[in-house]
């Protein structure tokens, strides 16, 4: 028997598969952009003047000015307390009270501080105990700017009964505007994305966080 000859133009099983997943790689990577870019220019661009009041104010720890405008909020009246998540274990409320020395008198009557959530789910579970512990149906929600659509997310979720006002803490509001030259921030805003929609869609199939 002979062998056959190639047909002609066919090309090998797996040259197409290679091309295949070539072209899907770059669909895949041309649409994340496109969402990036979406979601970059949802975010808000400066912080917002006056936010609504509610019972409570909620601070998710890991921005320098986060807990100085939660603080600022809770004495103009914005909350009756103020919870900061998400605190590090090995920082005390002494230190804060020094690094907030205009408002430390706040922290004796008005705040209270949460030393066991690591991740904004547990943010959220947290925030819920001390909203049932209060009895307070309202709160305002600070965080950085890229983070608030997915913490949002979470604590409407963890607490649908309570109306969530987001406060938009923007640090940089240059660097947000023109986040494509910035690749750190590039990365940031691209994780951020990434964790927003695992996060919806974890929500949407009513699994739990971790």
């Known amino acids: 028997m002979t062998a056959r000859s190639p047909i002609p133009g066919a090309r090998p099983p797996m040259l197409r598969f290679l091309r295949v997943f070539v072209r899907v790689g770059l669909l895949v990577v041309v649409l994340s952009g496109i969402g990036v870019a979406l979601f970059a220019h949802s975010l808000d661009r400066q912080e917002r003047g006056d936010v609504a009041a509610a019972d409570g104010i909620v601070v998710l720890t890991g921005g320098a000015d986060r807990i100085s405008d939660g603080l600022a909020l809770l004495e103009r009246g914005k909350g009756r307390r103020l919870f900061i998540s998400g605190v590090h274990a090995g920082v005390p409320t002494e230190m804060l009270k020094r690094q907030h020395a205009a408002r430390a008198a706040l922290f004796d009557c008005c705040v209270d501080l949460d030393f066991q959530a690591r991740n904004t789910y547990e943010n959220a579970l947290e925030t819920r105990r001390w909203v049932a512990a209060n009895d307070f149906r309202s709160l305002v929600l600070v965080t950085a700017s890229y983070h608030l659509p997915r913490a949002r997310l979470e ?47 974890r929500v949407t199939l009513g699994l739990p966080g971790r």
């Open 155 to 201: 604590f409407e979720a963890a607490m649908p009964a309570v109306l969530i006002h987001p406060y938009p803490v923007v640090p940089e509001a240059s660097r947000i505007r023109r986040w494509w030259q910035e690749p750190a921030l590039i990365r940031i805003l691209a994780l951020e994305f990434v964790k927003y929609w695992a996060a919806s869609l």
